[in-house]
């Protein structure tokens, strides 16, 4: 991979790359399978990066505290904002 990604840019990975990605990452971990009965690294790595909303999820469930102006949070209540006037 020749480019680096940064973290307001991780949805833009494509479901091939990061597949690729757990597959190595499963393979260096030892790992039998990366998607067994209860248990899909692939989902969650896709879901974190792809989707912000499963993200702010996990984040919250980690106890991850995030930055409202990344999260959409104050350009969301600016655009509600303007939409009112």
Same mark, same amino acid.
């Given at each position: 991979m020749g480019r680096l990604i940064h973290s307001n840019e991780v949805h833009l990975l494509n479901e091939a790359e990061i597949k690729a990605a757990v597959r190595k990452m499963v393979e260096? +971990? $030892? +790992?039998?399978?990366g998607s067994m009965e $209860?248990?899909?690294i692939y989902k969650v790595v896709q879901k974190y990066f792809r989707d912000l909303d499963k993200r702010h999820e996990i984040n919250l469930l980690l106890g991850i505290v995030e930055d409202p102006a990344y999260c959409g949070e104050e350009e969301q209540a600016r655009e509600?904002?303007?939409a009112e006037e």
């Open positions: 260096s +971990l $030892g +790992l039998a399978a $209860g248990f899909d509600v904002a303007e």
